[in-house]
């Protein structure tokens, strides 16, 4: 059986968005993608979050995100006239802090590794960003939440599965560091997951393409 590290990871995040989206196969998203036609006013949560990451992997590859979030304003995807100026000058500031504290502790430019990990009978594979000889970051330019100590705790022992590696957890204002774990431990998360799966698999999909047809397939299902 294969699965990728996200499928992996949002299993233990929220079991019912991978029930939905991995089971039933219901697309969850809800998030519009379109260029808006209007400027906003202000950024809605995970926009300023997707800005903020994409500039913070700008400043720690060596590159100036100033350009593209000098882009983002030109294309109307920040703020006008001072907002938009404001929202710059904020994120590269905050970029520049933390993108400083990861590499101060990887103490080199990051890359990414591919991950092709069997534990019992089950093939995880993907790519884990912020790799550095030993040293890992997960990296957050926000709260650390448990959802993210869960992909930080997973990908931790993907990546020890090979060496020893030290994690290091860098949110907005805290830091968290996971030492060298045993690869073992895994194989615990993997029978959780498996467990997990046997019941849901059998579930009958009935054609399911929206919530309200997947709440009668799941009666039907359980009576």
């Known amino acids: 059986m294969n699965v ?3 499928e992996f990871e949002s299993f233990f995040i929220s079991s019912p968005s991978f029930f939905l989206s991995k089971i039933l196969g219901i697309n969850i998203n809800i ?9 906003p006013l202000s950024l809605d949560t995970l926009t300023k979050y997707q800005i903020e990451n994409d500039a913070i992997k700008e400043c720690m590859s060596g590159s100036d995100p100033s350009r593209t979030l000098e882009y983002l ?18 994120t590269i500031q905050k970029s520049s802090e933390i993108a400083g504290r990861a590499s ?10 591919h991950i092709e990990s069997e534990v019992d009978g ?16 997960y990296i ?21 599965q090979s060496q020893k590696i030290t994690t290091e957890l860098i949110g907005k ?4 560091t996971l030492q060298p774990a045993n690869p073992e431990l895994l194989a615990d998360m993997v029978k959780t997951f498996k467990n997990g799966l ?18 009668r397939a799941l009666r039907r299902f359980f009576q």
């Open 198 to 215: 046997k019941k849901t698999c059998e579930i009958p999909r009935y054609g399911c393409h929206t919530v309200k047809q997947a709440e």
């Open 4 to 6: 990728s590290i996200s």
């Open 140 to 160: 957050k330019p926000a709260d650390i939440k448990a959802k993210d100590l869960m992909r930080a705790w997973i990908r931790h022992l993907l990546l020890n």
């Open 104 to 113: 101060d502790f990887l103490g080199g430019v990051p890359s990414a590794v």
């Open 122 to 137: 089950l093939m995880i594979s993907g790519d884990i960003e912020g790799v550095c000889g030993d040293k890992h970051t």
């Open 173 to 176: 204002s805290q830091s968290l």
């Open 31 to 39: 998030y519009d993608e379109t260029l808006p036609e209007t400027e």
């Open 73 to 90: 304003y030109q294309t109307a995807q920040l703020p006008p006239e001072n907002l938009g100026q404001f929202h710059i000058d904020e």
